[in-house]
């Protein structure tokens, strides 16, 4: 019973007017053809495919789930009909290089249709999903003759790729990795080991499924030094790419899992598997963190998707469902109730959702100029420009969007009332299945210790410096009648969005002097502080969208109520949301001591 409409009015403002996508795409030659007409037609497209074909599966897919019998994984039925429709239409292919039988479009055209996909039925877009970080890994470190061999399929989606990094004894921490990768003296190694929790590991979609695995080369130096990367097929493949036998990769079994229960989680086992490297040796680790970044901000998109479908659900229900009346006054005299949505506290709920969704997306589309920017970049220091900016938001994206995304879900179910809780509904599926989200690709704790220890630690504050210069330059333009004629207007945005991240600023300097005394302070505040940095970035685009908003209703044009909505709900957002700074800026601040001071043998008294 669960609904979903792409989007695309909402997609097209921030493509349009908050970001000026064709404006960036004009800086390269190689997006020429990416015109206003020919991306648009594009998303309609997808629109239709992920609303008639995607849509249908999502429940009917959690219903059944995988399927493990005889070493052998079936996906729900649908799935592999709708797989082989994505890849005759060409989707696969949408943002890769031509050379490799790509259509050459930019990856952030990627990102708007794995966002529509990924709404519609997450479970099935891992699948083609989890192929972008290895083909990224490929693209940017294989050789010519790997990139011939393996991506020209990859990119066409007759094969898939998968990232097989963690082991049973270790999670985050790879440098407890033990896979073993011994060389035959060919060029090629054997691999032996076990990985764990690889999504889309194993299944019946496509003829075969490219392994990126981390693995150790002998007498290799303990811990993350000592890491390589390897290209692993599950079924063996000759120069030309004609498959021949087994490559001894075996699933040992599928995840049996709170949500994303179409998309199978497995234990693969390979027993001397033949592979090559990728990269160079013991230098695994740092060729994985081309498709990591990836991976995360394409997670920090499910807690969107999570809480898009949430909310357009949530909104039809309370739009019908009638519960008592409205405190001011009956609004419906004709009907035995009123709809809950005239209830404050539902349309907090509402309007909270709405504020997630459509912040959130304004967060992954500004990220995704930046990947383009990076894929385009022409010298190594254009690239590292790029490559920083997207490194310091990254985890910010990640976790922030992620718990967000979870709190829409449980507020799309709290809207339902009892009928969120059963399975017809599908709300709690949609609570189920964003709830990973938080987990893999590193949990929200280790985000948060990346976001303040490495990225403001032990750089002393430099990406931060940059991102807030940004903010507050947005914010000198507004606020200069000269520039804005809606100064008036945006004083209510530009106000506390300078001063947040000017407190934001002087947070970062007193927590790394509190981390000279106490390096628990890190470990303490590193949560609150990215959910600190998370509702000020979320702030920052709130803002852009207003001052678009305001920027579209100054002239002609049609929809005037879209806009709108916009600037009330950036109000909403700088009214309700934003205050919640405040709270976290008291416990990020706080001494750890109450958090260590008793005894873990003190901890229970059973």
């Known amino acids: 019973m669960q609904s979903y409409k792409a989007p695309l009015m909402d997609i097209k403002f921030l493509f349009d007017d908050v970001f000026d996508y ?3 795409y004009q800086k390269y030659t190689e997006f020429e053809e990416a015109t206003p007409d020919l991306v648009d037609a594009i998303f309609q497209e997808c629109a239709k495919f992920c609303e008639n074909e995607l849509l249908p599966l999502n429940q009917s897919g959690d219903k059944e789930g995988c399927k493990f019998e005889n070493g052998v994984v079936t996906t729900p039925k649908g799935f592999k009909e709708a797989y082989n429709l994505y890849v005759e239409g060409g989707w696969q292919s949408l943002s890769h290089p031509l050379e490799h039988g790509g259509q050459g479009m930019p990856a952030s055209l990627g990102m708007a249709k794995a966002e529509m996909m990924g709404t519609a039925n ?129 699933c040992g079994s599928i995840e049996d899992k709170m949500g994303i229960k179409a998309s199978s989680t497995a234990v693969l086992n390979f027993d001397n598997a033949k592979g090559v490297l990728i990269g160079p040796e013991n230098k695994g680790l740092e060729c994985m963190f081309t498709f990591m970044n990836t991976a995360r901000v394409g997670t920090a998109l499910q807690g969107v998707c999570a809480s898009e479908l949430a909310y ?4 039809a229900y309370a739009k019908e469902r009638l519960s008592m009346r409205s405190l001011t006054g009956k609004k419906h005299p004709d ?23 459509e912040g959130g997306r304004a967060m992954i589309y500004y990220a995704a100029k930046i990947v383009d920017d990076i894929e385009m970049a022409k010298t190594k220091a254009d690239r590292k420009t790029a490559d920083d900016r997207l490194g310091f938001i990254t985890p910010i994206l990640k976790a922030f969007l992620t718990e967000v995304g979870t709190e829409s879900a449980n507020h799309g179910l709290q809207i339902f009332g009892g009928h969120g809780y059963i399975k017809e509904w599908g709300m709690e599926q949609i609570v189920r299945d964003v709830r990973i989200s938080t987990l893999y690709e590193g949990t929200t704790g280790i985000q948060a210790l990346d976001l303040l220890g490495r990225k403001i630690l032990l750089t002393h504050g430099r990406s931060l410096k940059d991102f807030t210069k940004e903010v507050l330059l947005f914010c000198k333009d507004q606020s200069m009648l000269s520039k804005n004629p809606h100064k008036r207007q945006m004083n209510k945005f530009i106000w506390p969005l300078s001063k947040g991240i000017a407190n934001w600023q002087q947070y970062s300097i007193r927590l790394a002097l509190k981390a000279k005394k106490n390096r628990d302070i890190v470990g303490s505040a590193s949560v609150d502080y990215l959910m600190y940095s998370g509702y000020l970035v979320m702030a920052y685009f709130w803002a852009q969208m207003a001052q678009s908003a305001y920027e579209k209703l ?53």
């Open 22 to 24: 064709y404006g960036h």
């Open 122 to 250: 997450w479970s099935w877009a891992m699948y083609p999903g989890l192929s972008h970080g290895a083909m990224n890994t490929v693209q940017t470190h294989g050789t010519d003759d790997q990139k011939a061999l393996y991506l020209t399929r990859l990119t066409e989606g007759t094969w898939t790729g998968t990232m097989c990094l963690t082991e049973p004894q270790c999670g985050t921490d790879l440098g407890q990795v033990k896979t073993k990768a011994e060389p035959n003296g060919d060029g090629t190694y054997n691999i032996s080991g076990t990985k764990i929790f690889i999504s889309a590991g194993d299944h019946d979609l496509t003829e075969n499924i490219i392994h990126i695995v981390l693995a150790r080369l002998p007498n290799a130096p303990a811990g993350t030094r000592g890491i390589s990367l390897f290209i692993v097929p599950k079924v063996q493949v000759d120069q030309k790419g004609n498959l021949g036998e087994s490559n001894h990769v075996t």
């Open 312 to 315: 357009q659900n949530s909104l």
């Open 335 to 357: 009907k035995i109730a009123d709809p809950i949505i005239v209830h404050p506290d539902v349309r907090k709920m509402l309007m909270t959702q709405k504020a997630i969704s």
């Open 554 to 606: 100054a002239g002609e044009v049609e929809n005037r109520d879209f806009y709108r909505a916009k600037i009330k709900t950036a109000e909403f957002y700088f009214d309700r949301i934003l205050p919640r700074t405040k709270s976290l800026a008291a416990t990020m601040m706080a001494d750890p001591k109450t958090l260590m001071q008793l005894d873990e043998d003190l901890l229970s008294f059973l």
